[in-house]
């Protein structure tokens, strides 16, 4: 009976251990999916690569893209990285995109995760349309905004004087120099990288980051009077007018009643 009871309670023991211990690596790999999937918002893809939920969906990690790539600007994520594994992607510091106008790496994607049609125009690919990401800049740390001149991601930048442009305005502070400042044109930038590899600051302070991250979004509800394209979408829009108590009154009349604010 004894040896029944101190049976019974190592089982309760071991089974209360195997289950702390399920959850401990339950938690290690969802911690771990978690980053991956935090990750993979921030990660740059190669040119062509679909929206990334659909692109992590559709890529087989076959690895093709980066076999492909003649300057090794691909890496697959591997174990540890705390990126989807098996999934290419760049970093523009260390290897940015070089721009081939052949895109080896496209056309060998056998899923379609690299789409070629949307690095294509009238039938041929086309680089310069690509859309790995966008180069922002960081305005404080960049030494052309402080008056020094230096115009070395403007000179980098395959789409020279379209992608970057150079921002001419006096420096008051010296009263006798110029500022050359970068300004970036968010619809003509690939984000290749090739400024972020250029940058001379110690960390780069023009840098590439995917597009949904980089940009906001004004939404529907704006419209740029200015812009023909843009104000046909008043055509068919409707409006809805709420009513409060307070819109009830003209508005010089709510002015006046100012009875609340004693």
Same mark, same amino acid.
């Not at 309760?12 to 938690?27: E, K, P, S």
């Given at each position: 009976m004894k040896k029944q009871v101190i049976s019974d309670r190592?089982?309760?023991?071991? #089974?209360? /251990?195997?289950?702390?211990? *399920? /959850?401990?690596?339950?938690?290690?790999?969802?911690? /771990?999916? $978690?980053?991956? $999937?935090?990750?993979?918002? *921030?990660l740059l893809r190669p040119p062509g690569a679909i929206k990334e939920d659909d692109f992590l969906s559709t890529c087989i990690k076959c690895g093709l893209c980066v076999e492909a790539c003649p300057f090794d600007t691909l890496l697959l994520a591997k174990?540890?990285? #705390?990126? =989807? *594994?098996?999934? =290419? +992607?760049?970093? =523009?510091?260390?290897? =940015?995109?070089?721009?081939? &106008?052949d895109i080896p790496c496209v056309p060998v994607c056998p899923t379609g995760a690299l789409d070629a049609a949307s690095v294509t125009t009238d039938g041929k690919l086309d680089i310069n349309i690509a859309d790995m990401g966008v180069a922002?800049?960081?305005? @404080? #740390?960049? !030494?052309?905004?402080?008056?020094?001149?230096?115009?070395a991601c403007y000179r980098a930048c395959p789409l020279l004087g379209t992608a970057i442009t150079i921002e001419y305005s006096k420096n008051e502070r010296t009263g006798k120099h110029a500022f050359m400042k970068p300004i970036v044109d968010s619809d003509v930038c690939t984000g290749c990288g090739l400024c972020e590899r250029a940058c001379v600051t110690e960390k780069a302070s023009i840098f590439v980051l995917p597009r949904e991250t980089a940009?906001?979004?004004?939404?529907? +509800? +704006? !419209? @740029?009077?200015?812009?023909?394209?843009?104000? @046909?979408? *008043?055509? #068919?829009? &409707?409006?809805?007018?709420?009513?409060?108590?307070?819109? @009830?009154?003209? /508005?010089?009349?709510s002015l006046n009643d100012s009875e609340d604010l004693y």
């Open positions: 190592r089982k309760f023991i071991l #089974n209360m /251990a195997r289950g702390v211990g *399920l /959850a401990a690596v339950g938690g290690l790999v969802w911690s /771990a999916y $978690v980053d991956e $999937v935090t990750a993979s918002t *921030l174990p540890g990285d #705390n990126k =989807p *594994l098996g999934t =290419p +992607y760049f970093i =523009p510091r260390d290897v =940015p995109c070089y721009m081939c &106008t922002v800049v960081d305005s @404080k #740390n960049c !030494i052309a905004f402080w008056g020094i001149q230096c115009d940009l906001g979004r004004a939404g529907d +509800y +704006y !419209i @740029k009077g200015w812009d023909k394209e843009d104000e @046909k979408r *008043l055509e #068919n829009a &409707t409006s809805k007018t709420t009513t409060t108590e307070i819109s @009830k009154d003209s /508005a010089v009349d």
